[in-house]
């Protein structure tokens, strides 16, 4: 099944698991951000809705066959990961391919002014790498509605269900994450030697000296 396909089964399946988590637009759209939205956030249940799109995905990745799904409880969701997720993660879904060879998926869910499951972090491989968490930063003014965070999290779980994922660990916090063609984030990349864009063409072609993540497609 293609991109386009597996984004329509699991849209299905979000009809049910984010039935009672509504999406909202973007509150800045039509004006400025106000200065006191920097320091709040009114309305942190909202954010429930990246659990529930990670259920959906849970659910259609199970339901077609292309994987089989674990829940991970603490204490052992915190040592899943090659390095303790910041925000610590209190509950996991791990995702294990059916094609052994491939990169298993995990979700971890947090909690944002004591409400679960308002956090997602999403990782791959095993250990798991953390990839991002979402929200980046939850407070009112940095909220550019459901839809910029839905795309951000169907992109990374698409990027290690299609291949596309290629992670790279230079060691102290050097790392860069590509998810698709021409794009990608990194860390403290160094300016000395290779570029980033070097450093993730060596990675594609098995070239790189450093700690790459990478795998076949699910399917």
Not at 21 to 26: A, K, L, V
Not at 69 to 98: F, G, M, N
Not at 168 to 183: K, L, M, N, V, Y
Request: glycine share 8%; with cysteine.
């Amino acid at each position: 099944m293609d991109a386009v396909g597996l984004c329509r089964a699991v849209d299905e399946r979000f009809a049910v698991t984010g039935a009672g988590t509504p999406p909202w637009p973007d509150p800045h759209a039509d004006r400025d951000v106000r200065e006191e939205e920097y320091s709040r956030c009114l309305d942190p249940a909202k954010y429930r809705i990246l659990a529930t799109r990670a259920e959906a995905w849970t659910r259609a990745l199970d339901e077609l066959g292309l994987a089989i799904s674990e829940t991970v409880a603490e204490p052992a969701a915190t040592t899943i990961w090659k390095r303790k997720p910041d925000p610590a993660v209190a509950s996991a879904v791990r995702l294990r391919p059916v094609r052994a060879d491939a990169l298993p998926l995990v979700f971890g869910f947090s909690a944002m002014d004591k409400i679960p499951g308002t956090l997602l972090t999403l990782g791959a491989g095993t250990p798991a790498v953390q990839l991002g968490t979402l929200p980046d930063c939850g407070c009112d003014a940095c909220d550019d509605g459901s839809a910029d965070l839905l795309d951000a999290l169907d992109a990374l779980v698409l990027a290690v269900v299609t291949a596309e994922l290629v992670h790279i660990d230079a060691g102290q916090g050097r790392e860069i994450i590509h998810t698709r063609e021409g794009c990608y984030s990194s860390s403290d990349w160094p300016d000395a030697g290779p570029s980033e864009e070097e450093a993730l063409a060596a990675a594609r072609t098995d070239r790189s000296r450093h700690r790459v993540l990478k795998g076949p497609a699910w399917e």
